[in-house]
């Protein structure tokens, strides 16, 4: 079972920046579509960005579109999301997700495996 893993998380003040990280430990991502999710406590959980295997990218919420950097890095079968200038609105639980079909999608149902999430929380 294809388990990807977050790493990268934590607290940081306002203004700062944070580069979280998705793996799979026994799998290459390298074909795949990852994405990244966020969810707030009783919340919906909402696509952030995502990167095909052609390393297409997309960014589905517009107040990160300039300060988020998605990327990957198939020799060290990670994906990362730099995440600059963050501000309070952006504490949430981050999720990497695999799509087995390299679909790009801010939607759930298209992704297959999810991982277990890691905290970023911005405050002073």
């Known amino acids: 079972q294809l388990q990807p893993v977050e790493s990268g998380g934590g607290l940081v003040q306002p203004g700062g920046s944070l580069r979280l990280s998705c793996t799979a430990s026994g799998f290459t991502l390298d074909n795949y579509a990852i994405g990244w999710f966020r969810q707030a406590p009783g919340k919906v959980r909402e696509g952030v960005s995502c990167i095909s295997s052609e390393h297409y990218t997309y960014y589905y919420v517009d107040s990160v579109k300039a300060r988020f950097t998605i990327s990957r890095d198939n020799a060290k079968n990670t994906v990362y999301l730099q995440m600059n200038s963050l501000q309070p609105e952006d504490t949430f639980v981050y999720y990497c997700?695999?799509?087995?079909?390299?679909?790009?999608?801010?939607?759930?149902?298209?992704?297959?495996?999810w991982g277990q999430g890691t905290q970023v929380t911005v405050s002073s």
């Open positions: 997700a695999v799509s087995r079909n390299n679909f790009c999608s801010a939607q759930n149902i298209e992704y297959d495996y």
